[in-house]
């Protein structure tokens, strides 16, 4: 009986971790999320601008919404020390439309979905980061902190968020 009791107030205290989390969840009122990163980049990591693999890491920011097209245009990313990518140039997404925030150098195209940063510096940490999207306002459009051990259980150096 005595054991019956405790086990009822433990999971008393479960449902209330669970319904807490959604109040800590980031999430925001944007059309525009972070669809999924491939934070870590197959293979060996070179930031060569030539032969390196920078261009391997990218980040997909997807349009969620049903009716709007975002324009991609002022939005900023950033990472967890601070790095800094903004977008400078227009680039519509229609509802369901997306973009690979690539590092390297290459042909930024509406058409191929993609973005370079222009820098061959890897931006996604490999054993954790936090990244952030806010809209041209300043304002948050969606965060997502991750750790390799807790979000990437396959270890692909791929994590999804937004599917
Ligand atoms: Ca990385
Ligand atoms: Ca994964």
């Known amino acids: 009986m005595r054991r019956g009791h405790i086990a009822v107030v433990a999971a008393a205290g479960a449902l209330t971790v669970l319904a807490a989390v959604p109040a800590h969840a980031a999430e ?3 059309a525009l999320k972070i669809k999924g990163v491939q934070y870590d980049a197959p293979g060996r990591d ?22 709007a097209t975002v324009n991609l245009k002022g939005y900023v990313v950033k990472d967890a020390a601070g790095n800094k990518f903004t977008f400078t140039a227009s680039h519509s997404l229609q509802p369901g439309d997306y973009v690979k925030l690539r590092g390297g150098r290459g042909d930024d195209s509406d058409a191929k979905n993609v973005v370079y940063r222009d820098n061959c510096n890897f931006m996604w940490n490999n054993d954790k980061d936090t990244i952030y999207l806010y809209k041209p306002s300043g304002s948050h459009a969606d965060t997502h902190a991750y750790t390799k051990s807790a979000n ?12």
């Open 28 to 30: 925001y009122s944007s």
């Open 46 to 67: 070179s930031n060569s601008c030539a032969t390196g693999n920078t261009d391997e890491e990218y980040l997909t920011i997807k349009n969620y919404s049903r009716t």
């Open 152 to 163: 990437d259980r396959d270890g692909n150096g791929y994590i999804t968020y937004h599917g």
